[in-house]
C-alpha cells in the first residue's frame, strides 16, 4: 500500500460545481496532515492544514477521519482559478524518521 | 527578498559537468529541504536539514551532494549527472515543533535538463 493514495484524476466540473477530493494514508502515527496547490510548473504552495475536528477556509473544507485513514477536501462553487493540482500530505512516523509524504496529487479542471 | 528563493531557475548540464543549486530562506526557519519532482510523480524528498545538521538522507546516489552553511542557506551540489536525474528541484524549508516538521514553504525551483 502507497504512504499516501490520491485519485490522480482529471477532475472535469464546471464553474460552480462543488467537487471532493480524498486521500488515503497508511501510518497510523502520522499526526499532521495538509492540502497543499500546484499549478503548472510552479512550486507547491500550502492551501490548508487539516485538524481533527475539521477546518473550512472559505470556500474550502478539509476533514481527517483517523479510524479509517483518510483525509478529504471539499471545493464548493469552484472557480476557474480553481484548477491546479492538489497535493495531499501527510506527517510521516517511522522509528526515528519524521518527515512530510506527498501524494502524487489531485488534477482538477475546472471548465467554464 | 521573502520567502524561499532559488538560483538557478533553469539549468541546462552535460553528464560530464559540475554545478550547484542554491536555496535562500527568509523565514526564520530551521529545518530546510530538498526535493525531486519528475513528470507524473509525487515529490521526492532527497535531504533534509534541521539546526543544519542533516537528519535525512532518503538513499540519494553520491552525484548529488547537499551543504547547509548556516540555517537560511542550502546548496546541492551536482556531480557527473545522468539523463534521468532531469527533473523539477525544489528546496522547501519549515520550523520544528519537538520532532514534528510543520508545514513547508517551498522555493520555485529549478528546472534541471541533463544532456
Known amino acids: 500500500r502507497k504512504e499516501v493514495e490520491q485519485d490522480p484524476g482529471p477532475f472535469n466540473v464546471p464553474e460552480g460545481a462543488t467537487v471532493a477530493f480524498n486521500c488515503t494514508y497508511s501510518n497510523s502515527a502520522s499526526q499532521s496532515f495538509f492540502w497543499y496547490r500546484q499549478d503548472c510548473r510552479k512550486e507547491p504552495k500550502l492551501l490548508m492544514s487539516?485538524?481533527?475536528s475539521g477546518n473550512e477556509d472559505g470556500r474550502f473544507t478539509a476533514q481527517l477521519n483517523r479510524a479509517s485513514q483518510y483525509i478529504s477536501l471539499l471545493i464548493r462553487d469552484s472557480k476557474l482559478s480553481d484548477s491546479a493540482t492538489y497535493l495531499c500530505?501527510?506527517?510521516?512516523?517511522?522509528?526515528?524518521?519524521?518527515?512530510?509524504?506527498f501524494g502524487t496529487g489531485t488534477l482538477l479542471a475546472v471548465q467554464p | 527578498e521573502t520567502g524561499v528563493t532559488q538560483t538557478p531557475r533553469h539549468l541546462v548540464m552535460g553528464m560530464t559537468n559540475k554545478k550547484s543549486l542554491k536555496c535562500e530562506q527568509h523565514l526564520g526557519h530551521n529545518a530546510m529541504y530538498w526535493y525531486k519532482q519528475s513528470a507524473k510523480k509525487p515529490l521526492e524528498l532527497m535531504f533534509v536539514y534541521s539546526l543544519e545538521e542533516r537528519v535525512e538522507n532518503n538513499s540519494v546516489p553520491s552525484r548529488f551532494s547537499p551543504e547547509c552553511p548556516n540555517s537560511s542557506h542550502l546548496f546541492l551540489h551536482l556531480h557527473t549527472l545522468q539523463p534521468e536525474d532531469s527533473a523539477l528541484y525544489l528546496c522547501?524549508?519549515?520550523?520544528?515543533?519537538?520532532?514534528?516538521?510543520?508545514?513547508?514553504?517551498f522555493g520555485p525551483g529549478t528546472r534541471l535538463t541533463v544532456l
Open positions: 522547501a524549508s519549515s520550523t520544528t515543533s519537538g520532532s514534528s516538521y510543520n508545514e513547508q514553504f
Open positions: 487539516v485538524y481533527s
Open positions: 500530505v501527510v506527517n510521516w512516523i517511522g522509528g526515528a524518521t519524521n518527515k512530510l509524504i
